[in-house]
């Protein structure tokens, strides 16, 4: 009878617990003028040798998408970025891999 009990009182709590986890739908935002819609996919890194430093290090911790969608920033602007990422983080960018890598986010995604 005690294993019954047993059986009886974690089948309830199982049940309980499962119950418990469904999420919530998410509710409209009332001050949003439309709802976002987030893009299929992820815009392609391009190929070849220009994007390789963008390959070797950003995309280590970084998503294509989300240096695509970075600010547009200078020459002096992506060059400090690269040495946060370097001094701050722990980015593994050798001192003469960051011209390569600036170059490519100035001409890419810079002001310049």
Do not use: F
């Amino acid at each position: 009878m005690e294993i019954l009990g047993a059986v009886l009182a974690l089948t309830g709590v199982g049940v309980l617990a499962a119950t418990a986890i469904v999420p919530e739908a998410p509710k409209a935002n009332p001050h949003a003028a439309d709802p976002w819609v987030l893009p299929v996919g992820e815009p392609a890194l391009p190929e070849g040798e220009p994007a390789a430093p963008i390959r070797r290090h950003c995309a280590l911790c970084h998503s294509y998408d989300y240096i695509a969608t970075q600010p547009r920033l200078s020459r002096t602007g992506w060059a400090a970025s690269v040495e946060k990422m370097r001094a701050k983080y722990g980015a593994p960018i050798s001192t003469n891999e960051v011209p390569a890598l600036v170059n490519y986010l100035v001409k890419n995604h810079g002001k310049e």
